[in-house]
């Protein structure tokens, strides 16, 4: 399994976290300046000090994003979101609920986020733990001034939120896995919708016993999506991916490569393009490219890792993807990037603003052997 596999099955968030309790209304800024030199390769634009992580980042413009994770209280025990914003110049971590006190658990944390504008943006993730497990799922607003928790569909045997894409404001989905309480697995898939008003529930395929929906994308000039995940047909039976689309009126599944293994990240170009990446059950990374009529399997450049978590897309012929190192796709085939990479650094997500003046990509994880939130940028 990869890293975003290992938080859905079994995180539990049981890193060594260090942070501000549930109930701090004003938890400690992690400002770090902006690196410069950014349009000469990657940089980091964040090292934080304080164990925590980050899972996933929406990208408005070069000066406002946000990226979002966990960190943990050690004084309480309590697990906490974490929500942190660039301005183009810092990143700051901004106060983020925590609704963990009426599942009567403990931990929250956030996995995904999606933006429509600068104050409209969705985070969401999992609330509270049981065996090993998140309870639940969350979702959360930012309004321009602060964020708020959205009530949510409930998880009927746990669950979480592991990914959000955004079309308009009254049209975000947000997917994730549910029915954990045994610990043996995802036996549910979720897919929620957000109609301007409210989060309802949506009925997407779950082939197999087992399976899970780790990440969605939007369908650029289409009110269409991606979703992507795992499904295995039974216990101790390998994984396949999942691959469905939302088509307007209902989620399909459409057929994927014969290859094992699973998928946690996809970006798409529009109808005719598509990217996703995960991790095969050999543990090599995984990554699949959509033609605009079947997906099929691509070569990966060999010491790439053991899986890749996130993607993302300028072009047809710019794209990124990032595990334990980050790949660059030129049009004709993937090459590792050269990059600052700390000790132990793993990235988890990858988001591009785009506009007539430049690009700026930020790409979010963790590193150190105790885990501490990572920040890296490039742009041109």
Same mark, same amino acid.
């Given at each position: 399994?990869?890293?975003?596999?290992?938080?859905?099955?079994?995180?539990?968030?049981?890193?060594? $976290?260090?942070?501000?309790?549930?109930?701090?209304?004003?938890?400690?800024?992690?400002?770090?300046?902006?690196?410069?030199?950014?349009?000469?390769? /990657?940089?980091?634009?964040?090292?934080?000090?304080?164990?925590?992580?980050?899972?996933?980042?929406?990208?408005?413009?070069?000066?406002?994003?946000?990226?979002?994770?966990?960190?943990?209280?050690?004084?309480t #025990?309590?697990?906490?979101?974490?929500? !942190?914003?660039?301005?183009?110049?810092?990143?700051?971590?901004?106060?983020?609920?925590n609704? %963990?006190?009426?599942?009567g658990?403990?931990?929250?944390?956030?996995f995904?986020?999606?933006?429509?504008?600068?104050?409209d943006? /969705?985070?969401v993730?999992?609330?509270?733990?049981?065996? #090993?497990?998140?309870?639940?799922?969350?979702?959360?607003?930012?309004?321009?001034?602060?964020?708020?928790v959205?009530?949510?569909? %409930?998880?009927?045997?746990?669950? !979480?939120? !592991?990914?959000?894409?955004?079309?308009?404001?009254?049209?975000?989905?947000?997917?994730?896995?549910?029915?954990?309480?045994?610990? &043996?697995?995802?036996?549910?898939?979720?897919?929620?919708?957000?109609?301007?008003t409210?989060?309802?529930?949506?009925s997407a395929?779950?082939?197999?016993?087992?399976?899970?929906?780790?990440?969605?994308?939007?369908?650029?000039r %289409?009110?269409? $999506?991606?979703?992507?995940?795992?499904?295995?047909?039974?216990?101790?039976?390998?994984?396949?991916?999942?691959i !469905?689309?939302?088509?307007?009126?209902? /989620?399909?599944?459409? =057929?994927?490569?014969?290859?094992?293994?699973?998928?946690t990240?996809?970006t798409?170009?529009?109808? =005719?393009?598509?990217?996703?990446?995960?991790?095969? &059950?050999?543990?090599?990374?995984?990554?699949?490219?959509?033609?605009g009529?079947?997906?099929?399997?691509?070569?990966?450049? *060999?010491?790439?890792?053991?899986?890749l978590?996130?993607?993302?897309a300028?072009?047809?012929?710019?794209?990124?993807?990032?595990?334990?190192?980050?790949?660059y796709? &030129?049009?004709?085939?993937?090459?590792? *990037?050269?990059?600052? =990479?700390?000790?132990?650094?793993?990235l988890?997500?990858?988001?591009?603003?785009?506009?007539?003046?430049?690009?700026?990509?930020?790409?979010?994880?963790? /590193?150190?052997?105790?885990?501490?939130?990572?920040?890296?940028?490039r742009?041109?």
């Open positions: 399994m990869g890293d975003r596999m290992v938080h859905a099955f079994a995180l539990g968030l049981t890193l060594a $976290l260090v942070g501000v309790s549930a109930g701090s209304s004003a938890p400690q800024a992690v400002a770090v300046a902006a690196s410069s030199g950014c349009r000469g390769g /990657w940089v980091v634009q964040q090292r934080a000090t304080f164990d925590g992580f980050l899972s996933g980042v929406a990208a408005i413009s070069g000066a406002d994003a946000w990226a979002v994770g966990g960190r943990f209280d050690p004084q #025990g309590l697990e906490t979101t974490l929500a !942190e914003h660039w301005d183009g110049r810092a990143w700051v971590a901004v106060s983020s609920p609704p %963990t006190p009426p599942y658990l403990t931990g929250d944390a956030l995904g986020a999606a933006a429509v504008s600068a104050t943006v /969705w985070a993730g999992g609330a509270g733990q049981m065996s #090993g497990q998140m309870a639940g799922g969350i979702a959360e607003h930012w309004d321009g001034t602060g964020w708020t959205v009530p949510t569909p %409930t998880f009927s045997g746990g669950g !979480e939120l !592991e990914g959000a894409a955004a079309v308009s404001g009254r049209d975000v989905w947000a997917v994730g896995l549910g029915d954990v309480a045994s610990a &043996n697995g995802s036996q549910a898939v979720h897919a929620l919708h957000w109609n301007g409210v989060w309802t529930s949506v395929p779950a082939p197999g016993s087992f399976h899970a929906l780790m990440a969605v994308a939007r369908i650029p %289409t009110g269409d $999506l991606w979703a992507v995940g795992s499904q295995s047909p039974g216990r101790g039976v390998p994984d396949r991916p999942l !469905e689309r939302w088509n307007g009126v209902r /989620w399909i599944v459409l =057929k994927s490569p014969p290859v094992g293994g699973y998928l990240g996809v798409a170009l529009g109808p =005719k393009g598509a990217w996703a990446v995960g991790g095969t &059950n050999a543990g090599a990374p995984l990554i699949l490219h959509w033609n009529m079947r997906w099929s399997s691509v070569r990966v450049p *060999a010491g790439s890792g053991r899986s978590s996130g993607v993302a300028l072009s047809a012929r710019s794209a990124w993807a990032v595990g334990s190192t980050i790949l796709w &030129n049009g004709t085939r993937w090459t590792a *990037a050269r990059w600052p =990479k700390p000790v132990h650094a793993s988890d997500a990858i988001a591009v603003s785009a506009s007539r003046s430049g690009w700026t990509a930020w790409a979010v994880g963790s /590193w150190g052997s105790s885990a501490s939130p990572l920040v890296v940028s742009c041109g």
